[in-house]
């Protein structure tokens, strides 16, 4: 699997980086008031999720019930975001429709999702400082 090699200088202003998880912390706390609110319904609220997360993540690899990599997308790259967001997160996975209610909704806490080519940014990031 090839791997994306961050540039020997970042490319990001720091002030750039900061504003935009600024904008992506107050988008969270709206859907959080929608929600809390009864604003948003549960649909809607998953339909924002997914499109959040598919603004932030190109793929996914998944072994069996494990993360083994998640691929960023190439905007969220350019601010930075391999740097900014944690590796382990809760989780929360939906059944398909039609299977058991028993396993409908599973929860984790700190899930670990190791982001490609992380390490590779640090280290430009260490030596760029």
């Known amino acids: 699997m090839s791997q ?18 600024t904008d992506i912390a107050g988008s969270l706390r709206r859907l959080d008031k929608l929600a809390m609110s009864g604003d948003l319904s549960e649909p809607e609220r998953a339909e924002w999720w997914a499109q959040m997360i598919a603004a932030v993540y190109a793929r996914f690899t998944v072994v069996g019930t494990t993360f083994v990599e998640a691929r960023l997308t190439a905007a969220a790259e350019r601010h930075g975001l391999a740097l900014a967001l944690p590796e382990a997160v809760d989780a929360e996975w939906r059944a398909r429709p039609g299977t058991d209610p028993r396993f409908s909704v599973r929860r984790e806490r700190a899930v670990r999702i190791p982001i490609a080519g992380r390490d590779e940014w640090e280290q430009a990031a260490r030596l760029s400082a």
């Open 4 to 21: 994306r090699h961050p540039p020997r200088r970042p490319q990001w202003i720091a002030a750039d980086v900061a504003r935009y998880l």
